[in-house]
């Protein structure tokens, strides 16, 4: 069940992963689309359809099934487990940055977004770097 419920995790991760790399590159076109043309209605409908049927579902699927196996089966010891405690932190920020996201598409959909194009390639980076810190920290657990 353990193996089975870590699978599920990591099927979850994945698909909120998708998300968290994907939305901002629907953003960096989106900014170039002219406000109340076909294209950008097009681009609210992906946005929305990205944000609340694959990435808050998978959050929350992450997050649950993570905590679970932390503290319900429980695999960790938080005294003793000095990389699980930067990871929660890792994720923690990885969620503010879905927060971030879900505040910049919410101003997309009433056209009303200030950032440019470069902001959102910058931003587009911060979920890549979090999460490879994140993978290398569980495989390798080093501290
Ligand atoms: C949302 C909050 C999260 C919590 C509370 C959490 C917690 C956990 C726990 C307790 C395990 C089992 C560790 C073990 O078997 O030794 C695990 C496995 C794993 N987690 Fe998470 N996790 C979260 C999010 C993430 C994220 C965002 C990623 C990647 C970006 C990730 C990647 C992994 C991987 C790759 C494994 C498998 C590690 C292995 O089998 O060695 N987790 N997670």
Redesign the pocket.
Known sequence: M?LFL?AI??IA?IS??AGLLYLPRLFIYHVSAKKGSDKSETFKLMETRLMRVIMNPA?IV??L???Y??FG?P??DMKTDMW?HI??L??LG??AVHMMMAGFRKKFENDANEKSEKYFRIFNEVPTV??IL??LL??M?PF
Request: proline share 0%.
């Open positions: 353990y870590k995790h990591i991760i909120w992963m959050m992450s997050w099934l993570g905590l196996l932390a089966v695999v960790v699980f990871k929660l890792l994720v990885l969620t979090l999460m994140i993978v569980v495989v657990k």
